[in-house]
C-alpha cells in the first residue's frame, strides 16, 4: 500500500513538472509561428528561450558583458542541481558563455529552488543552440533527485569533466570530476555529506545551507572534487545514505527520472 502512494506522489509529480502528451496537444503548434524567442519545453516547469537583440539598458542591468547582444534563456520553476549540469553541457558544446545563474525560491513550494539561467553569445544561432543543448540534457540530469510523498528528497549530480558553467558557480575546478550531494530537509544533508566524505578521498570545493548560499532553502549540500572514481564512490554513497534517511519520514524515494550515476 505504501509503495502505491509513493508512485502516485511521484506521478504527479511528474504531471506537475513536465506537461502531458494531452495538454502538449491543447496548444496547437501554430500558435508558436511567429514567436521567434521561443525555442521549448523540458522537464522541471523549464522553458527555452532566446533574445536575437537585448536591449542595451536592460542588458546593463543584468551584468552582462558589452560583446554578448545575443543570449539564451533557460527558466525553470523546479531544479537547480539538474540545469548547471545542463548548462555546463552546453557550454561545453557551443560557442556561448553562462552569464548568468541565479536560484530562485520556488520550487512551487517545495524544499528546493528554481533557476534564471542565461548564456550570452555574440550570434543568436549560437545561443539557440546552447539553449537546444541545455533542454535536452534536462531528460538525464533529474534522474539522481529522489521523491517521496512527504516531499522530502536527496539529489545527487557527478560529471567526468567539469567545464566552465560549473566552474564559475560552484567552484569546480576545470576538465576535473565533480560531484554534487544535496539533502533535503538540511539535516538529512549534512548526514550525506558526512558519508560521502568518510566513504573516498575527495575535496570539498563549496558547501550550501540553508542560510549560506541558497534562497533560504531547507537543504544541506557539498560539491566535491578529485579522482573521478573517488567522486563517484562519494556521490553514491552519500545517495545510500540519505535515500534510507528520507524513508523514514515516508515511503521509499523514487527517481524523478532514470538514475544516471551508476
Known amino acids: 500500500m505504501q509503495e502505491e502512494i509513493v508512485q502516485q506522489v511521484i506521478n504527479e509529480v511528474r504531471k506537475k513538472l513536465s506537461p502531458s502528451e494531452t495538454e502538449a496537444q491543447k496548444t496547437p503548434e501554430k500558435s508558436m509561428a511567429g514567436f521567434t524567442e521561443y525555442v521549448g519545453n523540458a522537464f522541471g516547469d523549464t522553458i527555452g528561450l532566446v533574445i536575437a537583440n537585448l536591449d542595451p539598458v536592460l542588458q546593463e542591468k543584468l551584468g552582462i558583458g558589452g560583446q554578448y547582444r545575443s543570449i539564451g534563456i533557460i527558466g525553470s520553476r523546479t531544479g537547480a542541481g539538474p540545469q548547471i549540469m545542463a548548462c555546463d553541457e552546453a557550454v561545453k ?17 517545495g524544499g528546493g529552488h528554481g533557476t534564471l539561467a542565461i548564456f550570452g553569445a555574440e550570434e543568436v544561432s549560437d545561443a539557440r543552440r546552447a539553449v537546444e543543448i541545455a533542454l535536452k540534457a534536462l531528460s538525464w540530469t533529474f534522474g539522481d533527485i529522489y521523491m517521496n510523498e512527504a516531499g522530502n528528497f536527496c539529489e545527487l ?45 575527495v575535496e570539498i570545493v563549496m558547501h550550501a545551507s540553508p542560510a549560506l548560499n541558497t534562497s533560504y532553502t531547507n537543504e544541506f549540500m557539498i560539491m566535491i572534487t578529485g579522482d573521478s572514481g573517488a567522486v563517484k564512490q562519494a556521490v553514491i554513497a552519500g545517495r545510500e545514505v540519505g535515500l534510507k534517511a528520507v524513508t523514514t519520514l515516508g515511503g521509499p524515494p523514487k527517481s524523478l527520472q532514470t538514475p544516471y550515476i551508476r
Request: aromatic share 10%; glycine share 10%.
Open 93 to 109: 558544446a557551443s560557442n556561448t558563455e553562462l552569464v548568468k545563474f541565479e536560484l530562485a525560491r520556488d520550487t512551487k513550494g
Open 157 to 201: 549530480q557527478y560529471t567526468a569533466r567539469a567545464s566552465y558553467a560549473l566552474n564559475k558557480y560552484y567552484n569546480a575546478p576545470l576538465g576535473k570530476a565533480w560531484g554534487l550531494i544535496v539533502g533535503c530537509p538540511a539535516g538529512v544533508g549534512v548526514l550525506m555529506a558526512d558519508t560521502a566524505l568518510k566513504a573516498a578521498n
